[in-house]
C-alpha cells in the first residue's frame, strides 16, 4: 500500500508580488527551493495564512538569494504581497518506508524570507 505525505516544507513565508499576467505557477527563491529539497515543475500546495485560500500550482526556480515567492496567474487573486504562506509538496511511499520518513521544513525569516541560520 503507498499513502501520500509531506516530503517538503517552507514554512511560513512572505509572498513578495503577486503576477497575474503570467502564465501560472509560484516562483520561489532557489536557496529556498534546495533548502527545502524542491524542484522546478514540482507540485506544491499552498496555504494563505491570512486569508485561509488554499491552492495547488507548480514550481518556477526564482532568483537564488532574491528571497522572491511570486505567485503567477490565476493565483496571484488568492494572495497579496505581504501576505504569510506555507509551501508544501507531498510524496507517494511504501506506508512502512513513510513511517520512518522525515520530511524537509524550512522556516526562513519572515522579513526577508532569508534562510534563518542558527
Not at 522546478?40 to 495547488?56: P, T
Not at 504562506?85 to 520512518?100: G, N
Amino acid at each position: 500500500m503507498f499513502i501520500e505525505v509531506v516530503k517538503s516544507k517552507i514554512h511560513r513565508v512572505t509572498v513578495t508580488e503577486a503576477n497575474l499576467n503570467y502564465i501560472g505557477s509560484i516562483t520561489i527563491d532557489e536557496d529556498l527551493l534546495d533548502a527545502a529539497n524542491m524542484i522546478q515543475n514540482e507540485k506544491v500546495f499552498i496555504v494563505n495564512n491570512n486569508n485561509g485560500e488554499r491552492f495547488e500550482t507548480y514550481i518556477i526556480k526564482g532568483e537564488r538569494g532574491s528571497g522572491t515567492i511570486c505567485l503567477n496567474g490565476a493565483a496571484a487573486r488568492k494572495v497579496q504581497p505581504g501576505d504569510i504562506v506555507i509551501i508544501m509538496s507531498f510524496a507517494l511511499m511504501d506506508f512502512e518506508e513513510a513511517k520512518s520518513f522525515k520530511p524537509a521544513v524550512v522556516f526562513p525569516d519572515t522579513a526577508t524570507n532569508k534562510l534563518i541560520t542558527v
